[in-house]
């Protein structure tokens, strides 16, 4: 088992910045892939940003590109998501996800952190 702990979701304006933090723990050994989702008020969750456990391969939502960046530390079991240039639309509660080797769907998912940005 993983379990994934999110942090660093508050308040910003449009146009401000924030870092989104993903401490996992347990089995990381397994994973192949962690990402990030999130879930708009009223919407459905949707994919934002992954990344290879090992290695640097990274895939992004288009709503994203250009203004989020997936990293992470190995050395620390974290992975982070950089989210500048923010936009009320942002606003969601974002989900860090994990995903075993052989697995087609992410089966490890973080409490989620609520990130908010005003107009």
């Known amino acids: 088992q993983v379990q994934l702990v999110e942090s660093g979701g508050g308040l910003v304006q449009a146009g401000g910045s924030l870092r989104l933090s993903c401490a996992a723990s347990g089995r990381t050994f397994s994973l192949s892939h962690m990402g990030w989702f999130r879930q708009g008020p009223g919407k459905e969750r949707e994919f934002v940003a992954s990344i290879r456990w090992s290695g640097f391969s990274t895939n992004y939502a288009d709503s994203v590109k250009g203004r989020f960046t997936i990293s992470r530390d190995n050395a620390k079991n974290t992975v982070y998501l950089q989210m500048n240039s923010l936009k009320p639309e942002d606003t969601a509660v974002y989900y860090c996800?994990?995903?075993?080797?052989?697995?087609?769907?992410?089966?490890?998912w973080g409490q989620g952190t609520q990130v908010t940005v005003s107009s």
């Open positions: 996800a994990g995903r075993d080797v052989g697995r087609g769907e992410y089966n490890y």
